[in-house]
């Protein structure tokens, strides 16, 4: 048996899960205003494969004051209540501790050296907002789960269940799509300073953290290793990440722009006791830290295994790589990849006909579209 199989294998019509009470949650959307177009693209994607249904409500987060034209454009695309947040001042900025000028000629240094975003200021403080201040904004104290969403992603499947109540159910704490290898540039001594705060903390190595350390091909992750390119492959094994105890972690995170998750953890003791800690680190200003090892890092750390939860039967789509779950029941995945047709690593290519044609069908495709 499937430790963490697919919370629903069925076909079943969506109204039947509607019918039911909702959980206490919330679907969360960062955006700039000029992001309009992808924003309501994406969220009239999850209105058609979801929230039709189940009318979730949707916040809308923005480090600036909201374009009406944007505000007035999701409004109309939201069928559950649509909120405006401007995120406040001290959640996306230098804590005080890090001084300005010095942190951006560590970000000119990242940008020479070719570290992802590693030039770009607002990059940083999304990283450490999404890593940290976001748990604590008085607009998500009302709910116990969040989704996240990104303008531009794109769900490819009918989803006829809700996945709030599922990981209520099955008492999941965070739940994913896809997991990838972190780009070893962008955060040199982050696993350093995660293995730090387990030791000071007395914190065991359990199979979930020691799974971090394993050779891919041996990862419990449900992850498609074999689409990685072969040279950020090689980079990545050959870029040193390991902790004090000569444990070395393999990279292995999941890829944030996706989550299901339960606030009460992130906004609990531990976790943000380890934001504090590798805030005081500067690492997301001096190196390029991401929202996504630092979730994973601490997922695996603080979380039994069977706490986490493999979305395998969403398809999803962010570029460059996608999702998509096989149509077979029990929902294994089907294969998971990067179309990239010229080969420079933008993965640009993607379209529901050759996913189509590589086998990724939606168990729910045919049923919905005769039900609506
Ligand atoms: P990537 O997926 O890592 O390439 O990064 P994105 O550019 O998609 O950024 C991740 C998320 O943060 C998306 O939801 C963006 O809309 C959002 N985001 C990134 N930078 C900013 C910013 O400066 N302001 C705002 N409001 N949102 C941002
Ligand atoms: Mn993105």
Known sequence: EDLDAPFSTQCQDPRVAAAQPRENAVLVMLARNSEKDEARDTIANIEAQFN?????????????????????ALN????????FEVIPQEDWSYPSWIDPEAAQQSMARQQQSGVWNGGKESYHHMCRFYSGTFYTLPALQPYKYYWRLE???????AITYDPFTAMAAHNKTYGFTTALWEEPLTCPSLFRAVDAFRRAHHLPTTPSWNALLTTPSHSPIPSPWHWYPL???RAALHTPHHGA??????????WSNFEIADLDFFRGGAYQALFRHLDAHGGFYHERWGDAPVHSLAVHLLLP???RHHFADFGYHHEPFF????NAAGGQLRGAGVFDDDGNGNGEGWSEERAGAIGCRCRCLDRRKRNN
Do not use: I, K
């Open 245 to 254: 105890s000569g444990d070395r972690w393999n990279l292995c995170h999941y």
């Open 323 to 326: 999702q998509c779950p096989g």
């Open 151 to 157: 303008p531009g992603v794109r769900y490819t499947c």
């Open 305 to 307: 295994a069977a706490r």
């Open 231 to 233: 040279r950020r492959l």
């Open 76 to 83: 109309r695309t939201v069928s559950g209540p649509a909120m």
């Open 52 to 72: 039709q249904w189940f009318h979730y409500p949707v916040l809308f987060l923005n480090n600036e004051p909201w374009d009406p034209e944007f505000v007035r």
